[in-house]
């Protein structure tokens, strides 16, 4: 699995490679970045599911979970396509969207590996509410990266300008109906793409 992993992210890559060498500028350098922290939460889940003691277990769910909301959060660089003089269209459009479903695959393959570790510590309805919960806590993630400009590590670099406004968003949440439509739009969406895969899954191993 990480084989052809590495080949569809080193395939975006080389997109991005391509457009600087055509271009001469390095526009949308931040793809390379947003890959590269959308690997670490798949990163983090092997860990967790590769480790045997407790503790360090829940260190890497840790680690997953201030990091998770990277990894979707490159469909939100949908936000830089705009047509350019010096290069065709179609060829940004592509370039972003190889980027946002590596940063889908990413995340939701993670997501699936912590899943089955919460089997193995809770029961099967405790671990559906959790899900939920983490559906939530990504899209306020999103939220807070591309609205707030937040980044996972300012949770040490900046934690009171970043506590501040998380408190305020929970606080008072009837004044930031944006904050919260968008958080719910995000969870729902990748809710609906997580079931949709786990069903293709079963389907797959029934038919075989």
Known sequence: MKRILFFSVGFTIALYAVRVLYTGNFLFLFIPWNLFLAWLPFSFSLKMKNETANAIKAFWFACWLLFFPNAPYLITDFVHLEHRPNLPFYFDLIMLFSAAWNGLLLGLLSLQTVEHE???????????TMMLCLFVLCGFGIYLGRFDRFNSWHIITQPLDLFGSIFTYIFQPTQHFHTWAVTLLFAAVLWFMYETLRQFQIISKSSN
């Open 118 to 128: 919460l089997k193995q510590f809770f029961n099967v309805w405790k671990v559906k």
